[in-house]
Protein backbone atom coordinates (compact mmCIF):
# COMPACT_ATOMS: atom_id res chain seq x y z
CA UNK A 1 0.00 0.00 0.00
CA UNK A 2 1.34 3.58 -0.83
CA UNK A 3 2.16 5.99 2.34
CA UNK A 4 -0.26 8.44 2.77
CA UNK A 5 0.63 12.41 2.16
CA UNK A 6 -1.57 15.59 3.86
CA UNK A 7 -3.07 16.87 0.99
CA UNK A 8 -4.86 20.75 1.31
CA UNK A 9 -8.29 20.84 0.32
CA UNK A 10 -9.02 23.82 -1.80
CA UNK A 11 -12.48 24.73 -0.13
CA UNK A 12 -10.65 26.23 2.75
CA UNK A 13 -8.73 28.43 0.11
CA UNK A 14 -11.32 29.42 -2.36
CA UNK A 15 -14.15 30.97 -0.48
CA UNK A 16 -14.99 34.60 -1.11
CA UNK A 17 -11.55 35.47 -2.44
CA UNK A 18 -10.78 38.38 -4.79
CA UNK A 19 -6.93 37.72 -6.13
CA UNK A 20 -4.76 40.77 -6.15
CA UNK A 21 -2.05 40.66 -8.61
CA UNK A 22 0.30 42.72 -6.95
CA UNK A 23 -1.46 45.94 -8.65
CA UNK A 24 -1.15 44.71 -11.56
CA UNK A 25 -4.29 42.95 -12.17
CA UNK A 26 -6.81 40.68 -10.04
CA UNK A 27 -8.44 37.09 -11.02
CA UNK A 28 -12.10 37.79 -10.89
CA UNK A 29 -13.55 34.01 -9.16
CA UNK A 30 -17.49 32.81 -10.40
CA UNK A 31 -20.24 33.75 -8.57
CA UNK A 32 -20.67 30.15 -7.78
CA UNK A 33 -17.28 29.67 -5.82
CA UNK A 34 -19.57 28.82 -2.86
CA UNK A 35 -20.80 25.33 -4.17
CA UNK A 36 -17.22 24.53 -3.67
CA UNK A 37 -16.70 22.72 -6.97
CA UNK A 38 -13.62 21.89 -8.05
CA UNK A 39 -13.41 24.26 -10.76
CA UNK A 40 -14.61 27.78 -11.62
CA UNK A 41 -14.37 30.10 -14.63
CA UNK A 42 -11.31 32.62 -14.31
CA UNK A 43 -10.30 35.83 -15.61
CA UNK A 44 -7.55 37.77 -15.30
CA UNK A 45 -7.43 41.97 -15.74
CA UNK A 46 -4.50 43.84 -16.17
CA UNK A 47 -4.23 47.14 -14.88
CA UNK A 48 -3.72 48.42 -18.31
CA UNK A 49 -7.30 47.01 -19.01
CA UNK A 50 -6.49 44.33 -21.14
CA UNK A 51 -8.42 41.05 -20.21
CA UNK A 52 -6.50 37.84 -20.22
CA UNK A 53 -7.27 34.15 -19.10
CA UNK A 54 -9.61 31.42 -19.85
CA UNK A 55 -13.35 32.34 -19.14
CA UNK A 56 -14.74 29.21 -17.88
CA UNK A 57 -14.18 26.52 -15.86
CA UNK A 58 -10.91 24.43 -15.77
CA UNK A 59 -11.93 20.55 -16.51
CA UNK A 60 -10.00 18.36 -14.25
CA UNK A 61 -11.53 15.53 -16.42
CA UNK A 62 -8.86 16.28 -19.59
CA UNK A 63 -5.87 16.53 -20.54
CA UNK A 64 -4.14 19.78 -20.27
CA UNK A 65 -0.80 19.04 -22.04
CA UNK A 66 -0.94 17.07 -25.10
CA UNK A 67 1.05 14.16 -25.43
CA UNK A 68 4.11 15.54 -27.42
CA UNK A 69 4.68 18.29 -24.99
CA UNK A 70 3.90 15.64 -21.63
CA UNK A 71 5.78 12.91 -22.36
CA UNK A 72 3.18 10.28 -20.04
CA UNK A 73 2.06 8.00 -22.79
CA UNK A 74 5.22 5.34 -22.26
CA UNK A 75 5.18 5.78 -18.48
CA UNK A 76 3.87 2.18 -17.34
CA UNK A 77 4.42 3.18 -13.49
CA UNK A 78 1.61 5.60 -13.69
CA UNK A 79 -2.06 4.44 -14.23
CA UNK A 80 -4.16 6.50 -16.06
CA UNK A 81 -5.66 8.59 -13.69
CA UNK A 82 -2.32 9.38 -12.04
CA UNK A 83 -1.18 9.76 -15.80
CA UNK A 84 -4.23 12.84 -16.14
CA UNK A 85 -3.33 14.49 -12.95
CA UNK A 86 0.73 13.92 -13.77
CA UNK A 87 -0.68 15.86 -16.88
CA UNK A 88 -2.40 18.74 -15.17
CA UNK A 89 0.17 19.09 -12.74
CA UNK A 90 2.93 19.43 -15.57
CA UNK A 91 0.82 21.86 -16.98
CA UNK A 92 0.53 24.20 -14.41
CA UNK A 93 4.45 23.35 -14.04
CA UNK A 94 5.29 24.73 -17.93
CA UNK A 95 3.41 27.96 -17.79
CA UNK A 96 5.86 28.92 -14.24
CA UNK A 97 8.93 27.74 -15.97
CA UNK A 98 7.93 30.22 -19.12
CA UNK A 99 7.33 32.74 -16.15
CA UNK A 100 10.67 31.96 -14.48
CA UNK A 101 12.75 32.03 -17.82
CA UNK A 102 10.78 35.13 -18.83
CA UNK A 103 11.03 37.42 -15.64
CA UNK A 104 14.61 36.61 -15.31
CA UNK A 105 15.46 37.33 -19.41
CA UNK A 106 13.51 40.79 -18.87
CA UNK A 107 15.14 41.66 -15.63
CA UNK A 108 18.70 41.08 -16.79
CA UNK A 109 18.11 42.47 -20.03
CA UNK A 110 16.86 45.40 -18.12
CA UNK A 111 20.11 45.56 -15.85
CA UNK A 112 22.52 45.08 -18.67
CA UNK A 113 20.55 48.18 -20.68
CA UNK A 114 20.96 50.21 -17.34
CA UNK A 115 24.64 49.61 -17.02
CA UNK A 116 26.03 50.25 -20.08
CA UNK A 117 24.81 51.82 -23.41
CA UNK A 118 25.95 49.36 -25.83
CA UNK A 119 24.66 46.69 -24.22
CA UNK A 120 21.19 48.68 -24.33
CA UNK A 121 21.54 49.18 -28.30
CA UNK A 122 22.06 45.61 -28.11
CA UNK A 123 18.86 44.80 -26.15
CA UNK A 124 16.77 47.01 -28.11
CA UNK A 125 14.10 44.39 -28.85
CA UNK A 126 13.89 43.05 -25.42
CA UNK A 127 13.19 46.11 -23.90
CA UNK A 128 10.09 46.84 -25.56
CA UNK A 129 6.92 47.12 -23.40
CA UNK A 130 5.48 44.05 -25.57
CA UNK A 131 8.62 42.14 -25.03
CA UNK A 132 7.75 39.38 -22.43
CA UNK A 133 4.93 41.43 -20.54
CA UNK A 134 2.54 38.84 -20.23
CA UNK A 135 3.58 36.97 -17.14
CA UNK A 136 0.07 38.06 -15.25
CA UNK A 137 -1.49 35.55 -17.91
CA UNK A 138 0.54 33.25 -16.24
CA UNK A 139 0.18 33.79 -13.07
CA UNK A 140 -3.22 33.81 -13.27
CA UNK A 141 -3.73 30.33 -14.54
CA UNK A 142 -1.17 29.57 -11.51
CA UNK A 143 -3.79 31.09 -8.99
CA UNK A 144 -6.36 29.69 -10.76
CA UNK A 145 -5.01 25.98 -10.96
CA UNK A 146 -3.77 26.67 -7.07
CA UNK A 147 -7.32 27.05 -6.38
CA UNK A 148 -8.84 23.87 -8.19
CA UNK A 149 -6.72 21.64 -8.15
CA UNK A 150 -6.24 19.46 -4.53
CA UNK A 151 -2.94 20.49 -3.58
CA UNK A 152 -1.07 23.15 -4.34
CA UNK A 153 1.69 22.91 -7.09
CA UNK A 154 5.42 22.58 -5.71
CA UNK A 155 7.30 25.19 -8.13
CA UNK A 156 10.92 25.84 -8.49
CA UNK A 157 11.30 29.59 -6.65
CA UNK A 158 13.29 31.83 -8.73
CA UNK A 159 16.27 30.39 -9.67
CA UNK A 160 19.56 31.92 -8.50
CA UNK A 161 21.81 29.78 -10.92
CA UNK A 162 19.67 31.28 -13.60
CA UNK A 163 19.71 35.37 -12.67
CA UNK A 164 23.50 34.57 -12.37
CA UNK A 165 24.05 33.25 -15.67
CA UNK A 166 21.90 35.97 -17.25
CA UNK A 167 23.68 38.45 -15.68
CA UNK A 168 27.31 37.27 -16.42
CA UNK A 169 26.71 36.38 -20.45
CA UNK A 170 27.02 38.95 -22.80
CA UNK A 171 23.99 40.50 -24.23
CA UNK A 172 23.87 39.24 -27.96
CA UNK A 173 23.30 35.37 -25.52
CA UNK A 174 19.94 37.26 -24.00
CA UNK A 175 18.92 38.18 -27.64
CA UNK A 176 19.59 34.53 -28.41
CA UNK A 177 17.43 32.62 -25.99
CA UNK A 178 15.01 35.09 -26.25
CA UNK A 179 14.25 34.15 -30.03
CA UNK A 180 14.58 30.43 -28.47
CA UNK A 181 11.84 31.28 -25.89
CA UNK A 182 9.12 32.98 -28.50
CA UNK A 183 9.76 30.39 -31.18
CA UNK A 184 9.31 27.44 -28.94
CA UNK A 185 6.06 29.35 -27.84
CA UNK A 186 5.04 29.70 -31.53
CA UNK A 187 6.21 25.90 -32.33
CA UNK A 188 4.15 24.64 -28.99
CA UNK A 189 0.67 26.59 -29.85
CA UNK A 190 0.18 25.33 -33.96
CA UNK A 191 2.26 22.23 -33.98
CA UNK A 192 1.24 20.31 -30.97
CA UNK A 193 -1.77 22.22 -29.58
CA UNK A 194 -3.63 23.93 -32.22
CA UNK A 195 -6.88 21.79 -33.27
CA UNK A 196 -6.67 18.64 -30.38
CA UNK A 197 -10.05 18.85 -29.47
CA UNK A 198 -9.37 16.11 -26.81
CA UNK A 199 -7.51 18.77 -24.39
CA UNK A 200 -8.72 20.70 -21.83
CA UNK A 201 -10.26 24.38 -23.72
CA UNK A 202 -9.46 26.64 -21.39
CA UNK A 203 -5.70 26.05 -21.01
CA UNK A 204 -5.57 25.64 -24.78
CA UNK A 205 -6.44 29.46 -24.63
CA UNK A 206 -4.02 30.46 -22.23
CA UNK A 207 -1.71 28.71 -25.13
CA UNK A 208 -3.02 30.74 -27.79
CA UNK A 209 -2.59 33.76 -25.87
CA UNK A 210 0.74 33.32 -25.15
CA UNK A 211 1.56 32.67 -28.98
CA UNK A 212 -0.24 35.66 -29.98
CA UNK A 213 1.53 38.15 -27.56
CA UNK A 214 5.33 36.39 -28.21
CA UNK A 215 4.92 36.33 -32.12
CA UNK A 216 1.82 38.56 -32.77
CA UNK A 217 2.12 41.78 -34.74
CA UNK A 218 0.98 44.51 -32.08
CA UNK A 219 2.52 48.11 -32.67
CA UNK A 220 4.80 47.36 -36.34
CA UNK A 221 7.16 44.47 -36.12
CA UNK A 222 6.75 41.60 -33.49
CA UNK A 223 9.79 41.25 -30.92
CA UNK A 224 10.41 37.97 -32.29
CA UNK A 225 10.77 39.52 -35.48
CA UNK A 226 12.80 42.44 -34.44
CA UNK A 227 15.04 40.04 -32.41
CA UNK A 228 15.75 38.44 -35.70
CA UNK A 229 16.78 41.72 -37.43
CA UNK A 230 18.63 42.41 -34.92
CA UNK A 231 20.74 38.97 -34.76
CA UNK A 232 21.31 39.92 -38.46
CA UNK A 233 22.83 43.51 -37.62
CA UNK A 234 25.28 41.63 -34.63
CA UNK A 235 28.94 42.38 -35.45
CA UNK A 236 31.05 39.27 -36.42
CA UNK A 237 33.30 40.07 -33.60
CA UNK A 238 30.62 39.46 -30.80
CA UNK A 239 29.84 35.87 -31.81
CA UNK A 240 31.78 33.60 -31.06
CA UNK A 241 30.96 34.91 -27.09
CA UNK A 242 27.37 34.82 -27.78
CA UNK A 243 27.06 31.45 -28.60
CA UNK A 244 29.04 30.74 -25.78
CA UNK A 245 27.02 31.98 -23.99
CA UNK A 246 23.63 30.49 -25.22
CA UNK A 247 25.10 27.09 -24.68
CA UNK A 248 25.97 27.62 -20.73
CA UNK A 249 22.12 29.60 -20.29
CA UNK A 250 20.82 26.30 -21.87
CA UNK A 251 22.61 24.39 -19.81
CA UNK A 252 21.55 26.22 -16.57
CA UNK A 253 18.22 26.11 -17.95
CA UNK A 254 18.28 22.13 -18.15
CA UNK A 255 19.16 21.96 -14.41
CA UNK A 256 16.27 24.19 -13.40
CA UNK A 257 14.09 21.80 -15.55
CA UNK A 258 15.26 18.61 -13.69
CA UNK A 259 14.43 20.00 -10.22
CA UNK A 260 11.31 20.91 -11.65
CA UNK A 261 10.35 17.79 -12.48
CA UNK A 262 11.33 16.05 -9.37
CA UNK A 263 8.66 18.76 -7.60
CA UNK A 264 5.97 17.73 -10.25
CA UNK A 265 6.52 14.65 -8.98
CA UNK A 266 6.38 15.16 -5.13
CA UNK A 267 3.35 17.21 -6.27
CA UNK A 268 1.39 14.10 -7.73
CA UNK A 269 2.47 11.80 -4.71
CA UNK A 270 0.61 14.75 -3.03
CA UNK A 271 -2.11 14.79 -4.98
CA UNK A 272 -3.15 11.01 -5.03
CA UNK A 273 -2.23 10.61 -1.11
CA UNK A 274 0.29 8.07 -1.98
CA UNK A 275 4.02 7.78 -2.55
CA UNK A 276 5.05 5.96 -5.10
CA UNK A 277 8.18 3.24 -4.81
CA UNK A 278 11.58 4.41 -5.50
CA UNK A 279 11.61 2.81 -8.82
CA UNK A 280 8.89 4.09 -10.05
CA UNK A 281 9.57 7.31 -8.86
CA UNK A 282 12.90 7.35 -10.52
CA UNK A 283 11.32 6.58 -13.41
CA UNK A 284 8.74 8.81 -13.60
CA UNK A 285 11.16 11.38 -12.66
CA UNK A 286 13.17 10.98 -15.46
CA UNK A 287 10.57 10.88 -17.82
CA UNK A 288 9.23 13.91 -16.89
CA UNK A 289 12.30 15.47 -17.64
CA UNK A 290 12.97 14.29 -20.72
CA UNK A 291 9.34 16.00 -21.79
CA UNK A 292 10.43 19.14 -19.76
CA UNK A 293 13.98 19.13 -22.40
CA UNK A 294 12.13 18.39 -25.21
CA UNK A 295 9.89 20.83 -24.88
CA UNK A 296 11.45 24.03 -23.35
CA UNK A 297 15.13 22.94 -25.18
CA UNK A 298 15.36 20.74 -28.12
CA UNK A 299 12.32 21.64 -29.76
CA UNK A 300 14.22 25.66 -29.86
CA UNK A 301 17.54 24.59 -30.58
CA UNK A 302 16.43 22.56 -33.66
CA UNK A 303 13.40 24.83 -35.03
CA UNK A 304 13.80 25.82 -38.35
CA UNK A 305 13.46 29.69 -38.09
CA UNK A 306 15.41 29.10 -34.95
CA UNK A 307 18.23 27.87 -37.11
CA UNK A 308 17.70 30.12 -39.88
CA UNK A 309 18.01 33.15 -38.06
CA UNK A 310 21.25 31.54 -35.99
CA UNK A 311 22.85 31.38 -39.82
CA UNK A 312 22.79 34.95 -40.02
CA UNK A 313 25.08 35.27 -37.00
CA UNK A 314 27.88 33.11 -39.09
CA UNK A 315 28.34 29.83 -41.02
CA UNK A 316 29.63 28.39 -37.56
CA UNK A 317 26.31 28.78 -35.60
CA UNK A 318 24.51 25.64 -36.82
CA UNK A 319 26.89 23.48 -35.93
CA UNK A 320 27.31 25.38 -32.71
CA UNK A 321 23.61 24.34 -32.18
CA UNK A 322 24.23 20.73 -33.00
CA UNK A 323 26.80 20.15 -30.23
CA UNK A 324 24.63 21.93 -27.81
CA UNK A 325 22.20 19.04 -28.73
CA UNK A 326 24.87 16.00 -28.47
CA UNK A 327 26.04 17.65 -25.18
CA UNK A 328 22.32 17.70 -23.38
CA UNK A 329 21.68 14.30 -24.53
CA UNK A 330 25.00 13.49 -23.04
CA UNK A 331 24.75 15.12 -19.21
FE1 LIG B 1 6.04 34.38 -23.09
Known sequence: MPRRLATTRPESRTKGRQLDLGGQGRIAPSSSVASACLTQPWTVTCSNGCVHGAGSALDFSRSFLPEALAGLSTVRALDEDD?????????????????????????????????????????????????????????????????????????????????????????????????????VTQQHYLACVRGDESLEPSFVRVLKEHWTVECGRTRGESSALAIQHALGAALPGRVPAALRDYRRIVFTIDDVLRRQASLDVETLEAAREGALSSADRDAVVEAQFSAFRKTFLTFGIVNAAFVYAMRSLGPSAPATLAGVVSALSSR
Do not use: C, W
Open 83 to 183: RRRMNQIRAASYLHVFDVLETAIGEAARAHASRDVDARDTLVPLLRLDSFDHNELFRGFERAFEESFPVAPRLVPRPRDLDEIFTDAVPLSLLVVALHLKL
